[in-house]
């Protein structure tokens, strides 16, 4: 039977062990996983060989001369059910000319704890340049089903030519859900379950539309950041690309009244990136300090001209849901007094952890070579970078799961162009294990699509507005402007 198959279907019995590790794409090898993960196919790379056999737990699958290992979604779920909170073998076997090998083995780790079963994020051109064709997009990360939520256009049409972007939910439901549409068709979509609207948030007293979002956890409030956002291009320069803020405010809207009111609104400071606690009683956000030689000359250039002088620290602001009101801020995190910056700020579900992008200068760390992601414990003063989950790439844009056990995030370590998405878990003591690349039903998809995931965020469930809808309301109908409070 094995002679007849397509690839080899059985355990080889007779072998020769080799000391060398397989070689094998993506890089599974004692990595931590969720019991709700889809299947980990992986690719041997092993140029000598015509086939291939893997053993994962009591799974046995074979692999011709491209060496991918796909396996049955049904039978890989029953073996994580039995085996959670343990560890599976998995065993890797190379026919070569002289027969077949054996490589030592290596271990996955199975986690007590699932992963919230959706993952949604954007899909873009790594530069950031243009908009042409871009989408909002969702994983079932239980297999490998991905659903479209919004994309602008599949043919180009310049005169409804938008980007979509900075999508955002409230509390890891898509009950309440936000994002962006920029250029033509222009306006913020809030959702309601399967029912979305548009807006608009303008007026003379508010610096620009509202930017990076983050819902409260219970109430229909969202906060805003208000930029007005640059790029620059480096001639010269391995970064490429620099996002940048020539100012930035706070607003706080309301879903219900569709009203909006400034937060805060300075002329020395750029502030940015909130992030409600878990409780809904704190706000957290960056702080940047213009430096005084832009201020005595305050002009967009001058502000690029001093890229890598922008730091951005994190503070924290007490608010009162019942008045809605917001306390004097306190520092968190003081990253400026060691000449570094910080970005996106994320509180762990348990209001233990501050998470966040630890870089050399700025807030757009996406492309920055020294991000990494950083963990600060609230009741401590110090923070401590995430090596195990690190990367010498950029690490950036996180997301926590509901249950504060896994961690999404985006890196370019792949290949220092393209950023992709990572999973990686944070045990009860604070610490993260070895991250993992989000697994495709191809193990070689990661390395052929030519587009960048960016703001992946965990869900509980699946979005429910169609996309039908979400293109309606974004074509045909117009934004309703939100009522300026003071």
């Not at 790594?126 to 908009?131: A, N």
């Not at 960016?454 to 869900?459: A, G």
């Amino acid at each position: 039977m094995t002679a007849c198959s397509s690839k080899p279907s059985a355990m080889p019995q007779q072998f020769t062990e080799v000391s060398e590790e397989a070689q094998i794409y993506p890089d599974y090898r004692d990595v931590t996983i969720p019991p709700n993960i889809a299947p980990l196919n992986f690719m041997v790379q092993d140029s000598l060989a015509d086939s291939f056999v893997a053993q994962v737990g009591n799974l046995v699958y074979g692999a011709r001369k491209d060496g991918k290992i796909e396996m049955d979604t049904t039978e890989w779920r029953q073996l994580l059910s039995g085996a959670r909170g343990q560890e599976l073998a998995v065993n890797i076997f190379s026919h070569r000319r002289s027969g077949w090998v054996r490589y030592p083995a290596f271990t996955l780790h199975v986690a007590e704890e699932d992963i919230d079963p959706y993952l949604s994020y954007r899909l873009i051109e790594p530069g950031y340049e243009l908009y042409r064709q871009l989408g909002l997009y969702q994983r079932n990360l239980t297999n490998f089903h991905e659903a479209v939520i919004y994309e602008n256009n599949r043919a180009f049409v310049d005169e409804d030519n938008h980007c979509v972007n900075c999508h955002n939910y409230q509390n890891y439901s898509t009950q309440r859900m936000t994002f962006h549409v920029r250029g033509n068709h222009g306006g913020t979509i809030i959702t309601n379950g399967s029912e979305a609207h548009k807006i608009a948030i303008k007026h003379d007293s508010i610096l620009a539309a509202g930017v990076y979002p983050s819902w409260h956890p219970t109430l229909p409030l969202v906060a805003f950041s208000s930029n007005k956002t640059g790029q620059v291009f480096h001639m010269r320069h391995l970064e490429k690309i620099e996002v940048l803020d020539e100012a930035s405010d706070l607003l706080l809207y309301d879903a219900e009244k569709n009203t909006v009111r400034n937060v805060l609104r300075t002329r020395n400071a750029l502030e940015t990136f909130p992030c409600w606690a878990p409780d809904g009683r704190r706000l957290f956000y960056c702080v940047a300090q213009l430096p005084p030689s832009v201020l005595e000359d305050y002009t967009a250039f001058n502000v690029a001209m001093r890229y890598d002088s922008l730091l951005y620290d994190i503070y924290s602001m007490p608010f009162d849901p019942e008045t809605r009101t917001f306390g004097e801020p306190r520092i968190e995190v003081n990253a400026s007094a060691d000449h570094h910056s910080c970005s996106v700020p994320r509180i762990s579900p348990d209001g233990r952890f501050l998470l966040y992008t630890h870089g050399d200068y700025g807030q757009f760390h996406i492309w920055h070579q020294s991000a990494d992601l950083w963990l600060k414990p609230l009741e401590v003063e110090s923070s401590y970078p995430l090596t195990a989950a690190n990367s010498p790439e950029p690490d950036s844009y996180h997301s926590w799961s509901s249950n504060g056990r896994w961690i999404a995030f985006v890196s370019r370590r792949e290949d220092q162009t393209f950023s992709r998405v990572f999973i990686t878990y944070f045990d009860k003591q604070g610490q993260p294990r070895k991250a993992f690349l989000l697994p495709q039903r191809d193990p070689e998809y990661n390395t052929l699509l030519l587009k960048s995931y960016n703001v992946p965020e965990l869900t509980k469930d699946a979005v429910q507005v169609s996309t039908e809808t979400l293109k309606h309301i974004v074509y045909h109908t117009d934004a309703e402007l939100a009522t300026y409070k003071e």
